[in-house]
């Protein structure tokens, strides 16, 4: 009975326009995000993501993944005066927060011990396995967008990473903000 009501309950929020778990909120979402990525100059990007890295690396570093995220989310409201500065953070914050769903600890300590330069190979790795997921994205994805159609590849992204998040044990988020950034650092 318990399941029932909470299936329910699921299903009245994602009927809901403007819940914000509603394809249309998620979709205006990841559009606002491509266009914001789009428009940023790289090394505001650079900026952003290494402001990150730092405070992951020094003030927000616990072994308890919601403290990092919370202290993290505090340092980003903290720095940003704009609209385009929380959005890139949020896909800088959200990348970082779920690196370890794409580069196991196994793949990180390999790196680690084949490599001469652990940051560059361990950045490769990581762009190899968004690049996976956006090979996948457009393999699958019976929509041909054009470059410019922000709408149209939010439309794209949003329900790749709705149909296939959970199969590969990703939360929708890190599948949009992977693909995001792979789009981004190929373009």
């Given at each position: 009975?318990?399941?029932?009501?909470?299936?329910?309950?699921?299903?009245?929020c994602f009927?809901?326009?403007?819940?914000?778990?509603?394809s249309?909120?998620?979709?205006?979402y990841?559009?606002?995000v491509?266009?914001?990525?789009?428009e940023?100059n790289?090394?505001?990007?650079?900026?952003?993501?290494?402001?990150v890295d730092?405070?992951?690396?020094?003030?927000?570093?616990?072994?308890?993944e919601?403290?990092?995220?919370?202290?993290?989310?505090?340092?980003?409201?903290?720095?940003?005066?704009d609209?385009?500065?929380?959005?890139?953070?949020?896909?800088?914050?959200?990348?970082?927060?779920n690196?370890?769903?794409?580069?196991?600890?196994?793949?990180?300590?390999?790196?680690?011990?084949?490599?001469?330069?652990?940051?560059?190979?361990?950045?490769?790795?990581?762009?190899?396995?968004?690049?996976?997921l956006?090979?996948e994205?457009?393999?699958?994805?019976?929509?041909?967008?054009?470059?410019g159609?922000?709408?149209?590849?939010?439309?794209?992204?949003d329900?790749?990473?709705q149909?296939?998040?959970?199969k590969?044990?990703?939360p929708?988020?890190?599948?949009?903000?992977?693909?995001?950034?792979f789009?981004d650092?190929k373009?």
């Amino acid at each position: 009975m318990i399941k029932l009501i909470l299936l329910i309950l699921v299903s009245i929020c994602f009927a809901n326009e403007n819940s914000p778990f509603s394809s249309v909120q998620r979709q205006a979402y990841v559009e606002k995000v491509i266009k914001a990525f789009r428009e940023a100059n790289p090394n505001v990007l650079k900026q952003i993501n290494e402001f990150v890295d730092q405070k992951e690396r020094q003030k927000c570093r616990s072994f308890f993944e919601a403290l990092t995220l919370n202290c993290l989310q505090l340092e980003v409201k903290n720095k940003c005066k704009d609209e385009t500065c929380t959005i890139l953070s949020d896909i800088a914050l959200v990348n970082k927060v779920n690196e370890r769903l794409f580069v196991s600890r196994e793949e990180t300590y390999k790196i680690s011990q084949k490599s001469e330069n652990y940051a560059e190979a361990y950045a490769k790795a990581l762009s190899t396995k968004y690049a996976n997921l956006t090979t996948e994205l457009v393999l699958m994805s019976k929509e041909n967008c054009s470059d410019g159609d922000y709408k149209c590849q939010a439309r794209k992204i949003d329900t790749y990473c709705q149909k296939n998040s959970d199969k590969k044990n990703l939360p929708w988020q890190a599948c949009v903000s992977a693909v995001i950034t792979f789009m981004d650092m190929k373009r």
